[in-house]
């Protein structure tokens, strides 16, 4: 029966902060259509499944409730923590084959994400988005999975209330709403509604795009930022040429095992 771990991802060792992610290590790949069901099934914005491929390598594949991703943070996290935590693994550093290419992750100082930076660029639907999110005068990038608009600062951020079909509606897949920080050097929410999650907790993978823009902002390689979901996340955050160093803690908060079979056959 298929072992299952629910991580806490990017959290602050409360029961209730960071992101939720399952994880399932696998022997083999199970049939495509079941994973989706079992992401389903976990409900959670994403279910990781990871197979072993050599020493302290691993191909690694992400599946919100609804459909599969190319990239996901947190979710990638959480596996480095089960496979550390749960299986033993010592490896100084970690490697996932995906479908955004080789990611890293390393253990010291904390568990630590190394993953491609994604620039952005202007929008031709800039004034959509603007309509959208019912910010006039904001500026609004983009590349081919998200777009980031940005507020004037980190209250309009807080009070910010979505209307999930006006930003369903929109051309990109995911939402990054950003201003800079009071406590931090810069804060986010994140939607995607469009991928059945209507706002993240806290979103690893938009820090490829976020630190990039805000180290160029503030003229900084190292910055550290906050997510202002209801959970809450703090995210560490350093830009090495084209790579982004993402580190956050983790914790296992429930193990669990699938009280049905399931299929094996790719």
Same mark, same amino acid.
């Given at each position: 029966?298929?072992?299952?771990?629910?991580?806490?991802?990017?959290?602050?060792?409360?029961?209730?902060? $960071?992101?939720?992610?399952?994880?399932?290590?696998?022997?083999?790949?199970?049939?495509?259509?079941?994973?989706?069901?079992?992401?389903?099934?976990?409900?959670?914005?994403?279910?990781?499944?990871?197979?072993?491929?050599?020493?302290?390598?691993?191909?690694?594949?992400?599946?919100?409730?609804?459909?599969?991703?190319? /990239?996901? $943070?947190?979710?990638?996290?959480?596996?480095?923590?089960?496979?550390?935590?749960?299986?033993?693994?010592?490896?100084?550093?970690?490697?996932?084959?995906?479908?955004?290419?080789?990611?890293?992750?390393?253990?010291?100082?904390?568990?630590?994400?190394?993953?491609?930076?994604?620039?952005?660029?202007?929008?031709?639907?800039?004034?959509?988005?603007?309509?959208?999110?019912?910010?006039?005068?904001?500026?609004?990038?983009?590349?081919?999975?998200?777009? /980031?608009?940005?507020?004037?600062?980190?209250?309009?951020?807080?009070?910010?209330?979505?209307?999930?079909?006006?930003?369903?509606?929109?051309?990109?897949?995911?939402?990054?709403?950003?201003?800079?920080?009071?406590?931090?050097?810069?804060?986010?929410?994140?939607?995607?509604?469009?991928?059945?999650?209507?706002?993240?907790?806290?979103?690893?993978?938009?820090?490829?795009?976020?630190?990039?823009?805000?180290?160029?902002?503030?003229?900084?390689?190292?910055?550290?930022?906050?997510?202002?979901?209801?959970? $809450?996340?703090?995210?560490?955050?350093? /830009?090495?040429?084209?790579?982004?160093?993402?580190?956050?803690?983790?914790?296992?908060?429930?193990?669990?095992?699938?009280?049905?079979?399931?299929?094996?056959?790719?």
């Amino acid at each position: 029966m298929q072992t299952v771990y629910f991580v806490n991802a990017f959290t602050t060792q409360t029961p209730h902060s $960071g992101n939720p992610a399952a994880v399932c290590v696998l022997d083999e790949w199970l049939a495509e259509s079941t994973m989706q069901t079992m992401a389903a099934q976990h409900n959670l914005a994403e279910t990781a499944f990871v197979v072993e491929t050599g020493p302290g390598e691993f191909t690694i594949r992400w599946f919100t409730p609804t459909v599969e991703i190319d /990239l996901c $943070g947190h979710a990638t996290l959480a596996a480095a923590h089960v496979l550390i935590e749960h299986f033993g693994m010592r490896n100084e550093r970690l490697a996932f084959e995906s479908a955004s290419g080789t990611l890293f992750v390393s253990r010291k100082p904390q568990l630590t994400l190394d993953f491609p930076v994604r620039q952005l660029q202007n929008s031709e639907d800039a004034d959509r988005y603007r309509r959208a999110f019912a910010l006039p005068q904001a500026t609004v990038l983009y590349n081919d999975l998200a777009a /980031l608009i940005e507020c004037e600062n980190e209250q309009a951020i807080r009070d910010f209330q979505p209307n999930y079909s006006a930003i369903e509606a929109l051309p990109a897949r995911i939402h990054y709403l950003t201003a800079p920080g009071d406590a931090c050097d810069f804060v986010c929410r994140v939607f995607a509604p469009k991928l059945g999650i209507p706002e993240d907790p806290v979103t690893g993978s938009a820090y490829t795009s976020l630190m990039p823009y805000w180290s160029k902002k503030l003229q900084r390689t190292t910055l550290g930022a906050q997510q202002l979901s209801a959970r $809450g996340g703090h995210i560490r955050l350093e /830009l090495c040429n084209d790579r982004v160093l993402i580190g956050g803690q983790a914790q296992t908060v429930i193990v669990g095992k699938w009280a049905i079979e399931v299929d094996h056959a790719y």
